[in-house]
């Protein structure tokens, strides 16, 4: 009996390991897999394309959604050989993040001649003279304007504006004071005020004084304008949807503005994702733009809004150097097939033109109720480069104090000066754990 | 099986095999509760005992184990300073003090009604007890639209008799913390009515009618009949309420995530951001600790009073 056990044991080990050595002398093209948590449809075509003009690395779409839990999926499954071989990490935090666990692979030997200075703008993603990866998007910042309104009230759309100038525009669209009246702008439901400092400062001085992150930069009069600017909106001139509307009753920039609640809004491309959506949002008003108000006669010196989309190839992966191939193509030549969705790519090589066609064709009839004139001008204004964030460290913690005394500064419970004594005294409380 | 254990009167043991067999026995009995042990020594036992560790090191964690990095009592020199954990004390004393009393009294006029006959009372009792089993996030989602300052029923309920100056509720610092209060009541409040009416089905009837019988009313028989007899139920309750208060998180992180300003920011959902959003896990445990301290301490007093003020009371 035991001989008979001992025998059958033998027989299938031997079956197992002559099956192992049949596939190991396979072969079959290299499958990649992208991780990524844009909307599925065009991120698909991205990889149709790839594997159609590729037969020997054929590319896999794994959808991840990007919050907490998500992110953590993301996060676990790195971590395993050979899961994921090109992923997107959406934020340059968790990119950031991500490579500073060691899950991202450097590009140097796979691409060495992939100058991502010149292609994309930035050296962010060149750590200690490796190359973790790229930017895939760019998404600017401006105002969507309701034409019809401002045709209606007289006016004309301005290629430039201070906040001033902004403001009296939007007492002309301002319907009245009362809650259930048409406000002229609506801003977005973050407090946004750091976003306006960074687009005359840059990302790194609007929180930092300093160059090692220790010392906070609250006191910089920027902070105080743009804390007042948005009360005086709010409260003074009562133009905008107040914060605390927007809070208490979960208000979204594109529910608001498509509905005609108010005439203006400011964000950025995600929103284009709403406009052409008539069954979510159905509205027949021609959309123009305008770039987003400046504080000085000279306009922001950055362009409004950030690079997105964070490329990289996993460290664990087990093909580096298809992966490295693919990621090449799919933030540059690739990402043009995420325009319909509005996602635009940050890649130079893309001229304003490219892609302003590309996405009005990709949407069709919609392309009606956007001013292409003004899309063009405002939207793909390459002029300025976006800012980039290389000081990380203890910028939630600032940012959670700049969050917590807005709000109060909007409803009017702090005046701007008190505020920003508020912020400076704070912003050194909670810097001082990280940099003793 | 237990005659072998214990056996005060001498009854002749066999020889063969006792001390194999107690151990077997003993493995038997182990073999049984291990499964549970097992579940509660890795998810529960663990974590804490990791989280103490922690409390005494810095650790961004998804970096990895190695990035542990032991700064001693420093986390705990931080605490003092730290203007979210003075406030979120503050906050989550005000939000206990606001929820408890109030639970406990309302709960004990809901069962003393209850108690009596009423119309459709299973019923009513399903009702009563509906807030506590439902999801806290459909809890804050409806809520969220009831005190919507602007349309919501709320004011204009307030509106209608005559109130001019309307709470913002959610979105005011004043009166956010009132606003989680309120739903903090009325989602525990079945659970207390519930306790409350089986301890007033055990007090005993003689008790009542000799109380009538030396020509006690409504209030006198409640004072010195009802309420001492219940005492154990209420000291539970207090001692439950407290712990569970204490700990609030999800009404926080779903309906006002700390804000306006710093006025809801509790003790829990400090631990979460400094751990999750800030990425300071070693500082967060230490927050952590803090809490099970501060809650250990209110756990004590109560037990104390409890042993005092019980005892006195408990018939024999």
């Known amino acids: ?436 | 099986m237990a005659s072998s254990v214990v056996s005060p009167v001498e009854i002749p043991k066999p020889q063969t095999n006792k001390g194999r067999l107690r151990l077997r026995e003993t493995l038997v009995g182990y073999m049984f509760i291990a499964p549970n042990m097992l579940v509660f020594a890795i998810w529960v036992l663990f974590p804490v005992l990791f989280t103490f560790l922690l409390s005494f090191a810095e650790w961004d964690f998804i970096t990895g184990l190695d990035a542990i990095e032991f700064v001693g009592l420093e986390n705990y020199a931080e605490l003092p300073n730290d203007i979210w954990f003075v406030d979120s004390v503050k906050n989550t004393f005000l939000f206990t003090l606001g929820v408890v009393p109030a639970q406990i009294a309302l709960g004990l006029l809901f069962a003393l009604i209850m108690n009596n006959q009423i119309y459709v009372a299973p019923a009513i009792r399903a009702m009563l007890f509906m807030p506590y089993i439902t999801s806290p996030i459909a809890v804050a989602a409806v809520w969220l639209s009831l005190f919507n300052p602007r349309g919501g029923p709320i004011n204009q309920f307030l509106y209608q008799i005559g109130i001019q100056d309307l709470p913002g509720w959610l979105a005011s610092s004043d009166w956010a913390l009132v606003a989680l209060i309120i739903i903090g009541i009325w989602s525990g409040l079945g659970y207390n009515a519930l306790i409350f009416i089986a301890g007033l089905q055990s007090v005993p009837d003689e008790l009542y009618e000799s109380a009538e019988i030396d020509g006690a009313g409504l209030w006198a028989k409640f004072w010195n009949v009802t309420f001492p007899m219940i005492s154990p139920t209420t000291f539970f309750l207090l001692i439950t309420g407290v712990i569970s208060s204490f700990r609030v998180f999800e009404l926080v992180a779903v309906m006002t995530q700390g804000g306006p300003g710093t006025s809801t920011t509790v003790l829990a959902y400090h631990v979460y951001r400094t751990g999750f959003v800030f990425y300071r896990m070693g500082y967060a445990s230490t927050i952590a600790v803090a809490l099970l301290v501060i809650v250990f301490i209110f756990t004590l007093i109560q037990w104390y009073l409890n042993q005092r003020y019980t005892r006195f009371m408990r018939p024999d």
């Open chain 1, 1 to 436: 009996m035991r001989t008979l056990v001992r025998i059958s044991l033998l027989l299938t080990l031997i079956f197992t390991l002559s099956l192992v050595a049949v596939q190991s002398q396979d072969d079959e093209p290299v499958t990649i897999r992208l991780w990524a948590a844009s909307a599925t449809e065009p991120l698909q075509n991205a990889i149709d394309d790839w594997n159609e003009n590729n037969p020997n690395i054929q590319a896999e779409l794994v959808r991840y959604s990007n919050n907490n839990e998500g992110n953590t999926r993301l996060d676990t499954a790195l971590l395993a050989e050979g899961e994921i071989d090109v992923y997107i990490s959406y934020g340059l935090a968790n990119f950031r993040r991500r490579v500073d666990a060691g899950l991202a692979e450097p590009l140097n030997e796979y691409l060495p001649d992939f100058d991502v200075i010149e292609e994309f703008g930035t050296d962010i993603t060149i750590i200690g003279d490796m190359l973790y990866g790229a930017p895939g998007q760019g998404q600017p910042y401006f105002v969507y304007i309701n034409q019809n309104a401002v045709e209606e009230a007289g006016l004309e759309v301005p290629e430039s504006w201070t906040w001033e100038e902004f403001t009296e525009f939007a007492a002309a669209l301002t319907e009245g004071a009362g809650p259930f009246d048409t406000k002229g702008v609506i801003l977005p439901g973050w407090p946004y005020t750091s976003d306006l400092v960074s687009y005359e400062l840059g990302a790194d001085a609007t929180w930092f004084a300093d160059d090692i992150g220790c010392v906070a930069n609250f006191d910089n009069p920027l902070w105080q304008e743009a804390l007042q600017t948005r009360f005086e909106l709010e409260q003074v001139d009562q133009v905008a949807v107040t914060f605390s509307d927007i809070q208490a009753g979960q208000l979204t920039l594109q529910g608001v503005f498509f509905n005609e609640e108010a005439n203006m809004m400011i964000g950025g491309t995600w929103l284009f994702a709403s406009l052409i959506d008539l069954d979510e949002y159905p509205h027949d008003f021609v959309t123009t733009f305008a770039p987003v108000p400046s504080f000085d006669e000279d306009g922001n010196d950055f362009r409004p809004g950030g690079l997105g989309d964070w490329t990289a190839v996993a460290a664990n992966s087990n093909h580096p150097e298809e992966a490295a191939q693919f990621l090449r193509w799919f933030v540059t030549d690739g990402y043009l097939n995420l325009i319909e969705s509005g996602r635009f790519g940050a890649w130079k090589g893309f001229t304003p033109e490219e892609q302003a066609d590309a996405f009005l064709s990709a949407i069709g009839d919609t392309a009606e109720l956007i001013d292409q004139e003004a899309f063009a001008r405002v939207v793909f204004d390459t002029s300025k480069d976006f800012s980039v964030a290389t000081m990380s460290e203890g910028v939630p913690q600032l940012s959670q104090i700049h969050s917590d005394v807005a709000q109060l500064v909007f409803s009017g419970e702090l005046t701007s000066e008190e505020a920003v004594e508020r912020l400076t005294e704070q912003g050194e409380a909670v810097l001082a754990p990280l940099c003793e």
